[in-house]
């Protein structure tokens, strides 16, 4: 079978910048590369890898961010970088994601190409995003909760991993915070609204202390809790008789981690298939209430585009 020929030079190869699209490695990038254009997704018709308003940025020997790869991107670098050479203040590409380009998303997109310069409007912008991010709280910074804690590191969430010992919270992955507290649990009442819990200490007890006040927080997205039947068994005795706990409010614990695919568990303990498992059932759950906030949300009858802040 023949291959398509790339629509691109193979001088255009990009040379990525290491790690994601954050304010941090955003205003590196720039203070070291002033001379740099922002390509942003402007508008989007149809089916396209990335939402309007995606942006990456594209100096001559590097770039940063990703709106979609593929023969897209390409022709986007190439452009910019043309851009870049010929002093042009700004421009505007409409590309359709179809046979033309070799891709079959159907779509169609406009990308704007500008230079930055001095503007530092884009790190305030991923600044303000970053504050948004729902947050995660892991509690234990043993096996499993390092695990997680490098499973969750490149994901749009705050992550904070909790534990009572200040030497298991050294060594945490950049920009996960660690945060030592002799009862955990307090932080859960004083989490921001829309927090999950995920609890994986070293001390059963313990657990069933967090997982009792997670339980309170109808407005959690995700509670879950390492463990096994037997476990959820023990604390369903103890949740219910001394916890003055709820089976309504026991529906909403996943134990163990994985157990809304794998009841049963998967079989493999192993802490990186534990965290695999509970980093998908994160986005998940996570990602179906940021949905169902969405719908509940009034629709323009003109344009469909959801109206409010």
Known sequence: MSRRPAPHAASSLPAWSGGAMTSCALDAFLSQRPASIVAELTAVRGSSPRSEGTFMVIAADAVLGTIGGGALEYLVIDRARQVLRDGIPDALMDIPLGPEIGQCCGGRVEVSLRPVGRDRSLVERLIAAEAARPEVLIFGAGHVGRALARSLQALPLKVQVIDTRAEELRGLPP???????????????????????????????????????????????????????????????????????????????????????????????????????????????????????????????????????
Not at 236 to 247: C, F, M, N, R, V
Not at 249 to 271: H, T
Not at 292 to 309: E, F, H, I, K, Y
């Open 175 to 309: 920009g996960i915070e660690g945060v030592q507290l002799a009862m955990p649990e307090a932080a859960v009442r004083a989490a921001p609204e829309g927090s999950s819990y995920v609890i994986v200490t070293h001390d059963h007890a313990l657990d069933f202390l967090i997982a009792a006040e997670a339980l309170k927080r109808t407005d959690a997205p995700y509670v879950g809790m390492v463990g096994s039947a037997s476990k959820r068994a023990r604390f369903k005795s103890w949740y219910l008789s001394e916890a003055e706990g709820t089976e309504a409010a026991l529906e909403r614990l996943i134990l163990p981690l994985g157990g809304r695919a794998f009841p049963d568990g998967l079989g493999d303990k192993r802490p990186e298939v534990i965290a695999a498992l509970a980093t998908a059932e994160l986005l998940v759950e996570i990602g179906g209430r940021a949905v169902s906030a969405l719908r509940a949300r009034p629709v323009s009858t003109q344009s469909g585009a959801v109206v409010g802040d």
